[in-house]
């Protein structure tokens, strides 16, 4: 089974592009849905402990988790340390069942997959990319976002640039969607053919 790891930054057109693949019967893990799942399951008790005011009705409210984390960047590292393993283990989980179904290929989507060494478990990267100026208008226009939280997330992951010199393969947003949809079933069956 070949695992293929999908990352890009914040409003490059990640998830719509791990959707493509979805689409084209390429079983996908997604990590942030995962992290969602994980707040109102697993991790609320460990995450409470440590950031009792990002506790509502009994589920991690991610708005005050993020009030809390952009008073103080540096608890991101408590953060991750209890997610992480969570995440990781419910990942395992997926790629062991998809070996047990004889998968050929499986995406795992990861957006933080650099900047946690997530590529060491990766036989392939895609990095999905656009214009900086597509990507600012893309995050810009999503509810509550400001300009200051853009720069603190972007703050957070590695330069567009270096996730490009460092991809297996791209997948370039900026060009509409038809012209990314024909750039994944490039990677599909480049990645296939390899084998």
Do not use: W
Not at 17 to 42: E, G, I, K, N, S
């Amino acid at each position: 089974m070949i695992v293929l790891g999908l990352t890009g930054s914040i409003g490059t057109g990640k998830s719509t592009t791990a959707a493509m693949f979805q689409d084209l019967c390429v079983p996908v893990h997604d990590a942030d849905a995962t992290v969602h799942d994980l707040y109102r399951t697993d991790a609320v008790a460990p995450v409470a402990e440590r950031f009792p005011e990002a506790l509502k009705d009994g589920v991690i409210d991610r708005k005050a988790l993020s009030a809390v984390l952009a008073q103080a960047p540096e608890r991101f590292r408590e953060l991750e340390a209890i997610i992480h393993p969570l995440v990781r283990a419910r990942e395992k989980a997926f790629l062991d069942a998809q070996r047990r179904n004889g998968s050929a290929l499986v995406l795992l989507d990861i957006p933080l997959l650099y900047e946690t060494g997530g590529e060491k478990r990766v036989d392939k990267v895609v990095v999905v990319t656009c214009d900086p100026e597509t990507q600012r208008q893309r995050v810009l226009a999503r509810p509550g976002m400001t300009a200051e939280k853009f720069e603190l997330i972007l703050s957070r992951q590695m330069p567009d640039a270096e996730k490009r010199r460092r991809a297996d393969f791209l997948i370039d947003t900026g060009r509409g969607l038809e012209a990314a949809r024909k750039q994944v079933e490039e990677v599909i069956q480049a990645i296939l053919a390899d084998g």
